[in-house]
T-cell receptor
Framework: EAGVAQSPRYKIIEKRQSVAFWCNPI?????LYWYQQILGQGPKLLIQ????????DSQLPKDRFSAERLKGVDSTLKIQPAKLEDSAVYLC???????????????FGPGTRLTVL | AQKITQTQPGMFVQEKEAVTLDCTYD???????LFWYKQPSSGEMIFLIY??????QNATEGRYSLNFQKARKSANLVISASQLGDSAMYFC???????????????FGRGTSLIVHP
């Protein structure tokens, strides 16, 4: 079974530029998560999708971040415009439950390391 | 307030010995789930073990066990017979219900760096 795919693996941009990350979850997984992991910290949930609907986006900085999962499969996370403090690893994860439960195990992709100069 | 607290930024252990990584959590929910993940230097998060708040037995998965003390709100990870490949960051996480809709969302701690010496 293929794991969670993410691209690109690395991205370097200048502040105020735009950037987009792509994630393809494990086949059949209904729930998809985007996390931001700043160096030395644990992952922080940005947004959680169930199929193509948003379950939670309370920690997504909506003035600059956006995410979509139009067909309920792969997803794109965009930052526009980027700030220096957006430098982090962006992790995508998926789980196979149709409704998010406390037992849901997440499977993570390799992440995209973003550097904003 | 931190929902997940991992007080040990770094731990060192001799190969083949056991090590305990601490995790305390804060929730007012009765129903929640606790997880441990491993993050090697490659960056990918790997699921290790799960404990439900209503589970009476401590969870075990191979060399990993979870010392769950509900009254103290602690969920410590015990790794027995440490191996060199266990050197990594370890994250404790909790899923608790959103107050509005009943969906469970995850929160992670800051992690503990484990180094296993030969």
């Amino acid at each position: 079974e293929a794991g969670v795919a993410q691209s690109p693996r690395y991205k370097i941009i200048e502040k105020r530029q735009s950037v987009a990350f792509w994630c393809n979850p494990i086949s059949g997984h209904a729930t998809l998560y985007w996390y931001q992991q700043i160096l030395g910290q644990g992952p922080k949930l940005l947004i959680q999708f169930q199929n193509n609907g948003v379950v939670d986006d309370s920690q997504l900085p909506k003035d600059r971040f956006s995410a979509e999962r139009l067909k309920g499969v792969d997803s794109t996370l965009k930052i526009q415009p980027a700030k220096l403090e957006d430098s982090a690893v962006y992790l995508c994860a998926s789980s196979d439950s149709l409704s998010t439960k406390k037992t849901d195990t997440q499977y993570f992709g390799p992440g995209t390391r973003l550097t904003v100069l | 307030a931190q929902k997940i607290t991992q007080t040990q930024p770094g731990m060192f252990v001799q190969e083949k010995e056991a090590v305990t990584l601490d995790c305390t959590y804060d929730t007012s929910d009765q129903s929640y789930g606790l997880f441990w993940y491993k993050q090697p230097s490659s960056g990918e998060m790997i699921f290790l073990i799960y404990q439900g708040s209503y589970d009476e037995q401590n969870a075990t998965e191979g060399r990993y066990s979870l010392n769950f003390q509900k009254a103290r709100k602690s969920a410590n990870l015990v790794i027995s017979a440490s191996q060199l490949g266990d050197s990594a960051m370890y994250f404790c996480a909790m899923r608790e219900a959103l107050t509005s809709g009943g969906s469970y969302i995850p929160t992670f701690g800051r992690g503990t760096s484990l180094i296993v010496h030969p």
